[in-house]
Structure formats: structure tokens, C-alpha cells
């Protein structure tokens, strides 16, 4: 079935070791995008790619960076995890920017230790 | 700042009975909204949506209102069945960008 797909489920970091978290998807959509979610909060996005066009939202840390290497997969680096970027993170995707609907993979929960 | 809020954390609700989660936003930008679902262990996956131009839509047992100058927005699910148990959001776009509520646990009991 086309679907998003994250690895690893489970990640366990130490804190400021560097850490990958990645994503696929077979949906052939323009759009890829990462969330972050703490505990009873909001999804908060982070950035998203159209394409190759890589936009940041504002008040993402520097800390955090995406790498595009095709359509189908997006990385989610954290150069130096904090005790504070532990949580789930989502990966989205949507056929074209500005398209609603978007669809998610299970996520990515990450613990820094 | 949160632009989308839902205030009831959860709903506890009998099987055959009316659902109804609520969405407040601040955001008078806002032109479309959504509501996820989300069960345990998976992505939210997308439910029923309105324009921001529509005060309702329906979709099987699925209603969204849309009240644009109380900035409100209701998801009704009638009647709710066990497979309803889940998390749902709220969500709005501006421009490309969706901004979620925190959700609401939504527990149907036999």
C-alpha cells in the first residue's frame, strides 16, 4: 500500500550526540514535512520541502536541519539533542504546497538521555 | 501562541450517543479546517474537512460546523461506535501551513 513510512520508531539518543531521523514515502507527493509533538501538545511544524525548495519555519532551532536527497526521502538531523527535544516527531506529506490534507507516518519517538 | 485550541482534553462518551469536540481559533487568516484522527501507534490520518465559505459539511456520520464569526468549529460523529475510540485534532491552514489543536481523547463505551 503507498504509505509514509519513519525509522526508526524508537530512537534513544544521548544528549548533544547527533542523531537521524528519517522518512519515506511511496505516495509520489511533492510535499514532505516534519512536526514535532511533546506530550499533550500541538503537532509544531518545523520546516517542509516542496520539492527541493526547503522552507524553515521561523522560530525552528538552528539545531534542527532536513536533507531532501530525492522525492521519496527526508532526513530530520538534530546536531546537538537537548533533554527538550525529546518527542514524537511526524513526518507529512502532501501532493502539492497548500494542500490541506496532508498524510502522516506513524512517527518517530525520540528519547535523549 | 497557540492560533488553534481544543479545550476539552477528553470525551467519554456511550456507544449509540452523540460526539461532539470542539476547536476555537484566532486566526480570522484561516480559509480551511480539518479534523485528524489518531488511533494509538499510528499517524493521525485525515477525517472530514470545510471551507472556510461553508458552515457544514457531512460525511456519513460525520459533521463539521463551521461557525466563522464566533471563530468555532464542531466535529459531530452520530451515531459513535467503539472504532471511533481515538485522538482528535483540529486544524487550520494559512497559506501552506496547517496549525494543530493538542487534540481531544474521545473514549465510546459499550
Known amino acids: 500500500d503507498a504509505m509514509v513510512i519513519q525509522n526508526p520508531r524508537y530512537q534513544v539518543t544521548q544528549f548533544g550526540k547527533p542523531v537521524t531521523l528519517s522518512c519515506s514515502q511511496t505516495?509520489?507527493?511533492?510535499?514532505m514535512y516534519w512536526y514535532q509533538q511533546k506530550s499533550s501538545q500541538a503537532p509544531k511544524l518545523l520546516f517542509h520541502?516542496?520539492?527541493?525548495?526547503?522552507?524553515n519555519e521561523a522560530d525552528t532551532p538552528d539545531n534542527f536541519q532536513s536533507r531532501r536527497p530525492n522525492t521519496s526521502f527526508c532526513f530530520l538531523d538534530i546536531r546537538s539533542p537537548g533533554l527538550g527535544d525529546a518527542a514524537m516527531y511526524l513526518c507529512?506529506?502532501?501532493?502539492?504546497?497548500?494542500?490541506?490534507?496532508?498524510?502522516f507516518g506513524p512517527g518517530t519517538r525520540l528519547t535523549v538521555t | 501562541d497557540q492560533q488553534v485550541k481544543q479545550n476539552s482534553p477528553s470525551l467519554s462518551v456511550q456507544e449509540g450517543r452523540i460526539s461532539i469536540l470542539n476547536c476555537d481559533y484566532t486566526?480570522?487568516?484561516?480559509?480551511?479546517f480539518l479534523w485528524y484522527k489518531k488511533y494509538p501507534a499510528e499517524g493521525p490520518t485525515f477525517l472530514i474537512s470545510?471551507?472556510?465559505?461553508?458552515d457544514k459539511n457531512e460525511d456519513g456520520r460525520f459533521t463539521v460546523f463551521l461557525n466563522k464569526s464566533a471563530k468555532h468549529l464542531s466535529l459531530h460523529i452520530v451515531p459513535s461506535q467503539p472504532g471511533d475510540s481515538a485522538v482528535y485534532f483540529c486544524?487550520?491552514?494559512?497559506?501552506?501551513?496547517?496549525?494543530f489543536g493538542a487534540g481531544t481523547t474521545v473514549t465510546v463505551r459499550a
Open positions: 507529512a506529506t502532501s501532493r502539492n504546497d497548500g494542500d490541506a490534507e496532508q498524510y
Open positions: 505516495l509520489n507527493h511533492n510535499v
Open positions: 520541502y516542496y520539492d527541493k525548495d526547503f522552507n
Open positions: 486566526n480570522s487568516m484561516f480559509d480551511y
Open positions: 486544524a487550520a491552514r494559512n497559506d501552506y501551513k496547517l496549525s
Open positions: 470545510i471551507s472556510s465559505i461553508k
